[in-house]
Structure formats: C-alpha cells, structure tokens
C-alpha cells in the first residue's frame, strides 16, 4: 500500500483545532465545521437522482433508449429529453466526485488530529465496507439501481488514489476514461426487449422481486464502481486543493469550471437526448453508440460543473434562508435522504404494492420524483433544527466511529 497522504498534492493543512479520539482517531464532522458548498451540491443533486431513478421504475409498456418509455404525449417526451439531457449521466459523476472531495476532506480532518495512516485506512475501509453493506440491503430490499455499494467498492480504491501526485492522478483518470466510456454508451443501447428495464420493477411476488433485484445488482455494482473511479480522481484532486472549502477565494476558477463544464454537459447532452426522446429517429446502432459516448463523456464535465455552480452558490451573500438551509440540510444528511426516495417511489410503483408504474407516464413521474425529493428536504430540515442527524448517517457513524460517534463540535 503506497504512503496515504493527500499532502501529495501540494495542499495546505491548516490545523482545524480537532480533538483526537482516545485511540488516535477523532470524532465524525461536527455541524459547526461542515462546509457550505459541497452539501448545497449534494442537496441539489439528490433531485437529479430521484429523477433519474424513477422512470426505470415504469413498465408493462414498450422501450426506448436508456430504459425510458417510448412514448408519444408531448409532455412526456419534452420530459425525457430534459431528463437525458441535464440529468442522465450527470447527477451520479457529480455525486461521485463529490464523494472523493469528501474523502479528502474526512482524510485532512484525521491528519490533523494527529491520527496515524495507518488509523485513517482502517477507518476508510470500515467506512466504506459499511456502505457496500448498505447497499446491499437497500438493493434487496428495494432498489437494483442502488449506487451505495458500487461507491462502497470504489471508496475502497479511494487508499491508492490518495497516495498518488496529482499527475498519476490525472493520469489514471484519463486510462479510466475508456472503460468508462465503453460502460456508459452501451447502458440501454439498443432498447431492452422487455416491458421493464430491470425485471424486478415489473414482478408483482414481493419474495420474487426481492431475489431478481439481487441479481440484477450484483453484475452492475463492480461495473457502476468502476464507471465512478473517473469523477472520483477529479473530486480527489479539486479536494486537494479546497475549492469547495473556501469558495469565496476561488470565484474565477469556479467560475471558469461552472460556465464550461455545465456548457460542455448541455452540447453533448442534447443529440442524444433528441434520439432517446424519438425527436430524431434512430439510423444506425453505430451512430447511436457514438452519440452515447459523447453524451457519456460529457457527462462528466456536467457533473463536475454543477458542482462548481454549487461552490458559487455559496459565496453569494443573497444566497440565504429557509429554502438554502433546507438544501444543505438535505446535502448533510444525504445518505438518509438517498434511501428515503427508495422507501416512497418503488413502494407507490412496484406491482407488489400500489402498482402505479404500469400507468404513469415520464412526465407524471418526474413529478412524483420532484415532490419526493421535497419531502425529504422537509424531513432533513426539520431534523437539522432539532440538531439531530439522519437516521443512515447516525447508523453509519455509530459502526465506523464507535464511541466516537458524538463529534468534537456540534452535531450534524
């Protein structure tokens, strides 16, 4: 294992006055240190997931391209165009370089109080074990496409990552690119022949649907893992140097990163978006594939611009009240708010409960992701008055912190 230290790229640990926990390991982020940007980032994101979630929840109907409904209603193409072109392959990059930054972050913190590496990679290998483990109960409980083990698998590697300067870093990221380049294109290309892009979506035995689930899960983690590792080097990197710490000193690059980033995701969103939203017809699978792939490519762009859109959100003095607070309460707790949307959307959809995925359509169910997502920032900002954390996040913290679970300063 090479030497952790996300010193290797050049950034400057400021003592952050943390207490050390009595084994050389101290406490969970407390509230009072969080920083703004990244859970206003992850608070947004958490939209653009229950968005691109939700339609592969839909069946009994014919397919199109990604798992979406090939359907005829305006509005519901109009929705699937959006959500191809702004949402798919953009809200999981952002969140997975999020999830980089974040490790950087929790690494620093450790560094600084004085914990040993050794102590910091066991403690990111309990952490990210823990969130493998998750996964798998939330994949077979309840949802197939679940991210949290493939981000549990490829938090793991996140230990070589970090002992890496910033030009193996780089480096990697660009090898990396080709398989995931060659994963992200062929996702739902061509159409699946079924009614349901995942079996389980359209299987009315509670028992049945619960054992398809895991099958469908189980191939697709170690691939999603991989796909991750591209946004996760780029996260590692902006992580080293702070860039959503202290937003305020770096308004030009964000700035530079939101406008491009977000433009490049936008121009190579939108062709495949027109194909999968049947505004172009399809012409050859060759072509199909090439527009997947730039839309794939693109995709991270997109997702590491809004990431920085969230870091220049931060620093605007307007940018305050009950509607930002809430956001950030969401991002904070975002875990809990993740497996929230799972608990609503596949119990109103699946054919084992209400079944209402055999009828709504793109545009009925976008809406019943947005109003979803709001629920949760309302249940996030409630807790956050009451100081309390998520439930997942007090589970995850209890198993990986131990005794240690009440940070040094405030709770959060």
Do not use: K
Request: net charge positive.
């Amino acid at each position: 294992m090479g030497r952790l230290d996300p010193l290797a790229g050049g950034v400057d640990l400021r003592p952050a006055h943390d207490v050390a926990g009595p084994a050389g390991t101290r406490g969970p982020v407390g509230a009072a240190e969080r920083h703004l940007a990244p859970d206003l980032a992850r608070g947004a994101v958490l939209a653009m997931i229950a968005l691109a979630n939700a339609p592969v929840l839909l069946y009994d109907r014919p397919l199109g391209l990604r798992g979406h409904l090939a359907e005829t209603g305006w509005a519901d193409r109009v929705v699937t165009f959006a959500t191809t072109a702004f949402v798919d392959g953009r809200a999981f990059p952002m969140f997975a370089a999020l999830l980089g930054y974040g490790v950087v972050s929790l690494v620093r913190r450790q560094l600084d109080a004085g914990t040993t590496h050794a102590a910091v990679r066991r403690l990111l290998r309990r952490r990210h074990l823990v969130l493998l483990g998750i996964g798998v109960v939330h994949a077979l409980a309840l949802f197939s496409g679940d991210v949290l083990g493939a981000y549990g698998l490829a938090g793991l590697v996140i230990l070589t990552l970090l002992a890496m300067s910033d030009g193996r870093l780089l480096l990697t990221a660009g090898l990396l690119g080709i398989p995931f380049l060659a994963v992200g294109a062929t996702y739902g290309v061509p159409p699946e022949p079924g009614a349901a892009y995942l079996p389980s979506a359209a299987e009315p035995s509670l028992l049945t649907a619960a054992g398809l689930r895991l099958g469908e899960w189980l191939p697709a983690t170690p691939v999603s893992a991989l796909g991750m590792l591209v946004p996760i080097c780029l996260g590692v990197w902006a992580g080293r140097r702070g860039y959503l710490d202290r937003p305020d000193r770096h308004v030009r690059t964000l700035r530079w990163a939101a406008g491009l980033g977000i433009g490049v995701g936008v121009l190579g969103g939108v062709p495949f978006a027109l194909l999968v939203s049947g505004v172009w017809p399809a012409t050859s699978l060759g072509v199909d594939l090439g527009l997947a792939v730039l839309h794939t490519g693109t995709g991270v762009a997109g997702g590491l611009g809004l990431a920085a859109l969230g870091g220049l959100a931060a620093t605007r003095p307007a940018f305050s009240g009950r509607a930002v607070s809430a956001l950030a309460a969401c991002g904070a707790r975002s875990l809990s708010c993740y497996l929230a949307q799972s608990v609503v959307l596949v119990p109103l959809l699946s054919p084992w409960a209400l079944g209402l995925g055999a009828w709504l359509g793109s545009a009925a169910v976008a809406l019943l992701a947005v109003a979803t997502w709001l629920g949760t920032m309302i249940g996030a900002a409630c807790l956050a008055r009451h100081g309390r954390r998520g439930p997942a996040e007090w589970l995850l913290r209890r198993i990986v912190y131990g005794r240690l679970n009440r940070p040094a300063q405030g709770r959060s």
